[in-house]
């Protein structure tokens, strides 16, 4: 089904969703400084909504993993322990209102990983309370790639309603009931064979900007092939182990569990908060063995992680193509360049396990 | 929504000291509920304050009223507090988690277990179930090294093992360390060494190993070259498990998770994982 929505009916759609949930846009943080970066967090006016955005700096995960999340608390009575269920309530309804396509396709991947064999009930709440309102790019930033991977420019499942700017409205495409509930108000009208064409117009533009060669085809088979290939070196090298890749990733999702107490530990809560494999001790078990001590290791491990272990898995690559960790990245390293490196370079292989 | 962070709280019901560093806990649930426990799995436990951590089951004694048996030694945060509790403390109890071996699956076949050290913990359920269905199985082995005599586990029990049933029904134990006191009458050296002092056929036999990773490395080292099939050896590995329901991302060994598609993997499965594995 598709609608379209004149950007002068803008204000009254986003006060109807206002009515229904609390809306979460790209909203400017950090004040009027150098500083100054855009997250997705609560909008109480369309104002407070960056709409013409390239990317934010953390991705939309974090609304539906925060950083730190209390996962059940304990409390000592008379030698016993009481537990409480914090995932007891459901979440408070939600509008994510401006997710670019590869942000939504990595809340696609993540739905994967959170409800497989044992089902999250933390994220789970908070994803099944939330209306996706998607919003196609205006433009691409100079670090995308999201058609190399797939997650973009276009998107057709994982949203209830994608809108896109083709002038002085937005052409909106309906993926879900709940997203065609939203465009039963008389501001929508449906869409001209002249919107659908703008709407083509718009997407083969965007296809035309993103420039980036770096392709997928046969990536795996080549990883799988040179893990142990001298050509990664001149990336892990350069890595500093800081984890920002991991923590502005919309895909990364490791988190470390552990318990926080009151200064007597009479009661506490056992918390959950983002983890980087990156990190020294990510995988150190108890005695001291770490079988990836190497930070070469570490360093490949998120890469196979996207490219080739997520898909042999789950079907899919994990990478949505949307620049994060490259543009953070204070060592310049870019995935790309990694990966079209090994794609193109010599072989020299030492044997596994060794 | 079920929340499986919540452990069921259970209580510690007896403390034993194991050898001279290893304890088992005699652990029942509060609510008196099945413990559903297949050969291999892995539980978490909370020690509240402290953390979580994976451990094996050492023995289930009663399935259907929740009381099973670890058997420990200190390690990390949430070991080193587990050691400090007395009797009929509270702790939390998630799981069983995993594959475990699939025991059925070996019916008629010969049995070679391979313990190192701590690793004699998982399998000596193994064991207990090979004994009661002792009928099922061919011959029944057991190779089992530590550092040194006091870090034997379960030494009271491992004699009565070989006493089960008639002879030829029996299990053969073979005991070796690598530092020997005053009055050990057994091998010296690893137990690696003692594959080559047994009668084997490989090609009937199923390998079940456990022990720290490098032993784990040479046994299945050596099984390979003595003709075993790489789909007849049976590891259990142990990684970071943190939520134990392949979320958390910390017990991957290549693209496999641990905690879900482990801990127990045959040489086959795992042969062609990029990373190092042992």
Redesign the interface.
């Known amino acids: 089904m598709e609608k379209v929505l004149e950007k002068s009916s803008l204000p009254a759609f986003f006060d109807d969703l206002q009515k229904k949930a609390r809306v979460v846009g790209a909203v400017r943080k950090g004040g009027i400084t150098a500083h100054a970066y855009l997250s997705f967090g609560f909008a109480e006016k369309l104002e407070d909504i960056v709409l013409d955005y390239k990317t934010t700096t953390v991705a939309p995960k974090k609304l539906f993993i925060p950083d730190s999340e209390a996962?059940?608390s304990?409390k000592?009575k008379d030698?016993?322990?009481i537990?409480g269920?914090l995932?007891?309530k459901p979440d408070e309804k939600r509008v994510l209102l401006g997710i670019h396509p590869c942000d939504i396709t990595a809340l696609s991947r993540l739905d994967k990983?959170?409800d497989?064999?044992?089902?999250?009930?933390y994220y789970?709440?908070k994803r099944e309370n939330t209306i996706v309102v998607g919003l196609t790019c205006s433009e691409p930033a100079h670090l995308c790639f999201c058609k190399s991977v797939g997650s973009g420019p276009d998107l057709n499942k994982g949203f209830d309603l994608l809108m896109t700017d083709i002038g002085r409205s937005y052409f909106v495409k309906v993926g879900s009931k709940s997203g065609e509930k939203l465009t039963k108000k008389t501001y929508f009208r449906e869409a001209t064979q002249a919107d659908k064409s703008k709407r083509i117009a718009v997407i083969e533009r965007l296809e035309q900007q993103l420039r980036s060669s770096f392709s997928i085809d046969g990536l795996i088979e080549t990883m799988?092939r040179r893990?142990n290939d001298k050509a990664w070196d001149s990336y892990s090298n350069r890595c500093v182990t800081c984890g920002i890749c991991n923590m502005v990733c919309p895909t990364c999702?490791?988190?470390?569990?552990?318990?926080k107490?009151n200064a007597d530990?009479t009661e506490?809560k056992?918390v959950?908060v983002w983890?980087s494999?990156h990190f020294e001790r990510?995988?150190?078990?108890?005695?001291g063995?770490d079988?990836?001590e190497s930070k070469a290791?570490r360093f490949?491990?998120r890469l196979?992680?996207k490219f080739?272990?997520?898909p042999?898995?789950y079907g899919d690559v994990f990478c949505v193509g949307c620049g994060r960790c490259i543009k953070f990245c204070q060592s310049e390293i870019d995935l790309r360049d990694a990966l079209r490196t090994l794609q193109e370079g010599a072989l020299s292989e030492k044997p596994?396990?060794t | 929504?079920?929340?499986?962070?919540?452990?069921e709280?259970a209580l510690i019901k007896d403390i034993r000291a194991e050898s001279y560093e290893a304890k088992t806990f005699t652990i029942s649930l509060k609510k008196k509920q099945l413990f559903n426990y297949e050969c291999g799995q892995f539980v978490e436990l909370?020690l509240?304050?402290?953390?979580?951590?994976p451990a094996s089951v050492s023995e289930v004694i009663k399935p259907k009223e929740g009381v099973f048996q670890i058997t420990v030694r200190e390690?990390?945060k949430a070991?080193r507090r587990l050691m400090e509790l007395p009797v009929?403390s509270?702790i939390?109890v998630r799981g069983p988690f995993g594959n475990g071996f699939p025991v059925e699956k070996m019916e008629k076949r010969n049995i070679l277990l391979v313990a190192g050290g701590m690793g004699l913990s998982p399998l000596k359920y193994v064991v207990m179930y090979l004994l009661r269905n002792r009928n099922k199985y061919g011959e029944v082995k057991l190779l089992y090294g530590a550092m040194s005599p006091d870090r034997l586990l379960f030494k009271n029990t491992l004699s009565s093992w070989k006493n089960t049933g008639e002879r030829d029904r029996s299990l053969e134990v073979l005991l070796t360390v690598d530092t020997p006191d005053n009055g050990w009458q057994w091998r010296v050296g690893r137990v690696t060494e003692m594959i080559d002092d047994i009668k084997l056929a490989p090609s009937s036999t199923s390998a079940i190993i456990c022990g720290p990773?490098l032993m784990m490395k040479a046994t299945t080292t050596k099984l390979l070259d003595k003709g075993f099939g790489q789909d007849q050896i049976y590891m259990s590995f142990?990684?970071?498990m943190?939520?134990g329901?392949?979320?958390?991302?910390?017990?991957?060994?290549?693209?496999k998770r641990v905690c879900?598609e482990g801990p127990v993997f045959t040489f086959k499965e795992v042969e062609?994982t990029?990373?190092?594995?042992?």
């Open positions: 996962l059940f304990f000592r030698g016993d322990i537990l269920n995932a007891s990983v959170f497989e064999v044992y089902r999250d009930p789970k709440n799988r893990y999702h490791c988190f470390a569990v552990l318990d107490t530990q506490g056992r959950r983890d494999c990510f995988s150190r078990m108890a005695g063995l079988l990836r290791s490949k491990h196979y992680d080739d272990y997520t042999a898995r596994l396990h | 929504m079920k929340n499986p962070y919540i452990p709280t909370s509240f304050g402290h953390g979580e951590f390690l990390g070991t009929n509270v939390g990773s142990e990684r970071r943190q939520c329901m392949g979320m958390c991302g910390h017990c991957m060994m290549g693209w879900l062609d990029l990373e190092r594995l042992f």
